[in-house]
C-alpha cells in the first residue's frame, strides 16, 4: 500500500514539474501526509548523516541551498525542500522526490528550510542533529504574529530537545541569545564584528530592543542593522555570548564580497551584511559536520544567487537584479545595499503583493525608510503589485516630488521597463514573495525568448 | 501656527508602521507651511513637554510592552492625558492604545488589567481558541463637519485600514462609535461598531498607517488641534491618496 501511494506521489510531483506547475510541488507531501502521518520521521530516521534544520526570519533559503551546494561538492547526497516549501509538507516532498520506488532514500544528510511558525513541530518531528537560528524579525503580523510569541513558542521547542543536539544561534541577534541561554542541547554562536559598518544609533524598525531578562531597554557597542549588533544590557549585564564563528573585515563590491570568517579570508557572490550572516551560519554547519576549515571555503565562491535572492538576469542587454524584501528588516537593509552599489542610470521597481503568502497587511511599508535613499532613486523608481497604490503613496509621504510610474500588473510595468533596456543601466527589483514568483516567470520567459 | 504633536511610546507602541501616522500628519502641515513639531514621549522622560501639546498620538503593542507602559501611564502620563482631552486637545489612540483608554481589559486568564476610563468602555479577550479579528477594515464614518478634500475629488465618508485584535470592545451606553462597520470586525464583531470617540479623542482598532489613506481624517485631527474651521484648511493635491483609499474600498 505504501509503495503504491509513494508511486502516485511521485508520478504526481515529477508530472507537475515537468509541466511547470510549481505550486504542484508540495501536493505530493500533502497526499503521503494524509495517508502516512509518521512518514517524515520513518523516512529522515534513514539518514546516516542526520538531519539539519535553518530557521528565522530571514536567509532560510540562500543559508539552506549554500549549505547544500557546499555539501554535494563534498560527494554528500542531499535531500533538501525547494525554497519556499518550508512547511512540513514541502519537506515531505523532498523526501518523496529522493525516494526511489521501493521507498528507500538515496541520501546522506538532510538539510530543511523550515518556517518560523512550523519550528517547533517540525523540531518534534524530525529530531534534527543541528538547529540554525538566523534571525527575528517582524513579519506577516496577521500569520505570524509577535516577535515575542514565536519566541516563547521556540523557548518551549528548544528547552525539550535531547542534549546531543547542536544549536548554531546567531548571536548578535539577542531573543536568539536569549533561547541559546534557556536551551537544552550544545550550543554554538556565530556573529560578526566590523565597528566599521556601525550604524549611529538603533534603528527604529527594530524589534527585540529589550532585555528578554530583565526588561532594561538593551545598548549596543555596535548595531549592525535592525536589533542585529554588539549588545549588552546596562542593568542586568547580560553580553553577546563569545562567537566560534566569527566574521568581520567586510568589503562589499557591486559584484561581489571579501569578508573574514576565522581569519579565513572568503569571497562570495552574495553580497550585503546579511548575507554574511548566513555564510557564517553555513561555515559553522560545515565545522559541526567535521569538515576541514580549509575545505569550505573556497567553495563560497562558486555558489550561486538562488531564486529571487540577489538572483540576476541578463534580459537585452541588461543586467536584472532580484532582492526579494518580505518585511521591513529585509526591505531595509536592501535598500541601503542597493545604495552603495547604485549608478547613475540604473533604475528600481519596487513590487507589493498582499496575497495570503505575503501577509494581507501591508501598514509595514511605513517602516522602510524609503526617506534616507530617495535622492538616488527619484528618477527612476517605480512602483507595481496588487498594492502599486500603496506604494506610491508610501513614496509621496517619503517626499518623492515626482509621481513614479505605477502599474498593479508587474507584467505590464517591466515590458515598459524594458523598452529602454539598452539605453540604462542595471534594473534592481526588491518583490515580497508572490511578486517575486510572477516577475520571475515574466524573466524566464524573456531570457528563453 | 505651530502643531504640537506628543507621541506616546514610539518604540515600544510601534509595532506595525504606525510612525506612518505621525510622518503623514508632519507631511500634511508642512505642505500647508504649518509649523510641527514632533515630541517624542518614553518611559521615565519628563512630562513638560506632553503637557502643553495639542495633538496626542499613540499606537499598537505587543503585550509585553504594553506591560512596561502601563506602568509608567497609570503613574505619570494618564492623569496629564485625561487632562489634555477634556480641556479640548486631540487623541489618536489606535489598538493597544484603545482598549487602554477603557475602563479595564480582561486578559484571555481572566485578569483584568485597569485603564485609564477616558472612554465609557472595556475590553475581554475570549482567548486563544477564538479567532483573532485580523483583515482589511472598512466602516462608514460617523463624524460631521469632515474637511473637504479639494473640489475635483469625490468626498470621502469613509475609513480605510487593517485591523489585528484578539480583544473585544465593548461601548458603555451612549458613547459614540467612530463609525459603522461595512467590512471587518471593528470593536466586537458583532454590533456593528467601530471605535469611539469622546470630545476630540478618537480610539480605533485601524492598525499602523491609518492616517496615509484617509486624509480627511488626518485633516480633521490637524484642523481640530490648531483650533481651526476644517472647511478653512488649504486643500492638497491629493490624487494619490484618494486613489489607494478607493482602492482599498474596492480590495477584499
Given at each position: 500500500m505504501f509503495n503504491l501511494i509513494l508511486a502516485i506521489t511521485k508520478t504526481f510531483s515529477r508530472a507537475s514539474r515537468l509541466l511547470n506547475i510549481g505550486s504542484g510541488y508540495t501536493w505530493s507531501g500533502h497526499i503521503i501526509l494524509f495517508f502516512y502521518p509518521h512518514f517524515i520521521e520513518e523516512a529522515i530516521s534513514s539518514l546516516p548523516q542526520g538531519t539539519i534544520i535553518i530557521t528565522g526570519t530571514n536567509g532560510k533559503t540562500t543559508t539552506a541551498q549554500a549549505l547544500s551546494f557546499i555539501l554535494r561538492e563534498r560527494n554528500l547526497r542531499v535531500v533538501t525542500n525547494t525554497?519556499?516549501?518550508?512547511l512540513l509538507n514541502g519537506i515531505a516532498s523532498a523526501l518523496i522526490s529522493k525516494m526511489g520506488w521501493r521507498g528507500q532514500l538515496h541520501a546522506d544528510i538532510g538539510v530543511f528550510e523550515v518556517d518560523e511558525a512550523v519550528f517547533p513541530e517540525a523540531v518534534r518531528l524530525i529530531q534534527p542533529t543541528i538547529i540554525v537560528l538566523l534571525n527575528l524579525f517582524r513579519d506577516q503580523l496577521d500569520r505570524y504574529g509577535e516577535v515575542d510569541t514565536l519566541v516563547s513558542k521556540w523557548k518551549d521547542a528548544l528547552e525539550g530537545?535531547?542534549?546531543?543536539v547542536k544549536i548554531l544561534i546567531n548571536a548578535n541577534d539577542p531573543a536568539l541569545a536569549f533561547l541559546g541561554e534557556h536551551s537544552r542541547g550544545e550550543v554554538f554562536y556565530f556573529g560578526v564584528t566590523d565597528h566599521e559598518l556601525n550604524l549611529k544609533e538603533v534603528p527604529h524598525?527594530?524589534?527585540?530592543?529589550?532585555?528578554?531578562?530583565?526588561?532594561s531597554v538593551l545598548s549596543y557597542k555596535v548595531c549592525y542593522f535592525s536589533h542585529i549588533g554588539i549588545w549588552f544590557c546596562p542593568v542586568c549585564k547580560r553580553t553577546t555570548p563569545p562567537l566560534s564563528f566569527e566574521a568581520g573585515n567586510i568589503r562589499i563590491r557591486k559584484e561581489e564580497m571579501h569578508f573574514f570568517i576565522n581569519k579565513f579570508e572568503t569571497t562570495t557572490k552574495l553580497v550585503g551584511i546579511y548575507n554574511v550572516y548566513n555564510l557564517t551560519a553555513v561555515f559553522g554547519l560545515t565545522q559541526l559536520l567535521g569538515m576541514g576549515e580549509a575545505l569550505s571555503i573556497p567553495l563560497f565562491k562558486n555558489f550561486e544567487p538562488h531564486f529571487g535572492r540577489q538572483e540576476t538576469f541578463l534580459i537585452a542587454g541588461q543586467t536584472v537584479k532580484i532582492l526579494l524584501s518580505k518585511n521591513p528588516t529585509g526591505f531595509n537593509v536592501n535598500l541601503r545595499l542597493i545604495s552603495v552599489i547604485f549608478e547613475p542610470g540604473d533604475r528600481l521597481l519596487l513590487a507589493l503583493n498582499d496575497g495570503i503568502a505575503d501577509g494581507r497587511d501591508v501598514s509595514w511599508i511605513y517602516d522602510v525608510d524609503f526617506e534616507d535613499f530617495l535622492k538616488l532613486f527619484e528618477e527612476s523608481v517605480c512602483a507595481s503589485g496588487s498594492r502599486a497604490d500603496d506604494l506610491a503613496l508610501r513614496l509621496k509621504y517619503a517626499g518623492l516630488k515626482k509621481e513614479p510610474i505605477v502599474s498593479k500588473n508587474t507584467k505590464i510595468i517591466l515590458e515598459e521597463l524594458f523598452k529602454e533596456a539598452g539605453k540604462r543601466g542595471a534594473l534592481y527589483i526588491l518583490p515580497t514573495y508572490t511578486a517575486l514568483l510572477s516577475i520571475r516567470k515574466v524573466l524566464l520567459g524573456k531570457e528563453i525568448s | 501656527m505651530k502643531l504640537k504633536i506628543a507621541w506616546l511610546y514610539p518604540s515600544l507602541m510601534g509595532t506595525y508602521g504606525d510612525r506612518g501616522n505621525i510622518i503623514t500628519l508632519i507631511k500634511r502641515c508642512q505642505w500647508r507651511n504649518i509649523q510641527v513639531e514632533v515630541r517624542e514621549v518614553n518611559?521615565?522622560?519628563?512630562v513638560d513637554n506632553l503637557r502643553s501639546s495639542d495633538l496626542i498620538f499613540m499606537g499598537g503593542a505587543q503585550d509585553r510592552q504594553q506591560k512596561i507602559v502601563a506602568d509608567d501611564i497609570l503613574k505619570n502620563k494618564g492623569p496629564i492625558i485625561l487632562e489634555l482631552i477634556e480641556k479640548g486637545a486631540v487623541g489618536l489612540f489606535v489598538c493597544a492604545s484603545y482598549q487602554f483608554l477603557g475602563h479595564f481589559y480582561r486578559a484571555a486568564d481572566g485578569e483584568e488589567i485597569p485603564g485609564l476610563g477616558l472612554f465609557d468602555l472595556h475590553t475581554v479577550n475570549p482567548g486563544l481558541s477564538v479567532r483573532r479579528c485580523i483583515g482589511n477594515i472598512v466602516v462608514e464614518l460617523n463624524i460631521d463637519g469632515l474637511p473637504k478634500l479639494a473640489t475635483n475629488y469625490q468626498r470621502l465618508t469613509t475609513l480605510v485600514g487593517f485591523e489585528n485584535h484578539g480583544g473585544r470592545t465593548y461601548l458603555g451606553e451612549g458613547v459614540k462609535p467612530l463609525g459603522k462597520v461595512l467590512r471587518g470586525f471593528g470593536n466586537n464583531g458583532k454590533d456593528g461598531t467601530e471605535g469611539a470617540i469622546y470630545k476630540n479623542a478618537i480610539g480605533c482598532y485601524f492598525h499602523g498607517p491609518l492616517l496615509p489613506r484617509n486624509p480627511h481624517l488626518a485633516d480633521l485631527l490637524i484642523s481640530k488641534a490648531l483650533g481651526v474651521n476644517p472647511l478653512d484648511l488649504i486643500a492638497l493635491p491629493d490624487d494619490l491618496e484618494v486613489k489607494a483609499h478607493i482602492s482599498a474600498l474596492n480590495n477584499e
Open positions: 525554497s519556499g516549501a518550508n530537545l535531547p542534549s546531543s524598525y527594530a524589534d527585540s530592543r529589550d532585555c528578554l531578562n530583565c526588561n | 518611559p521615565g522622560s519628563p
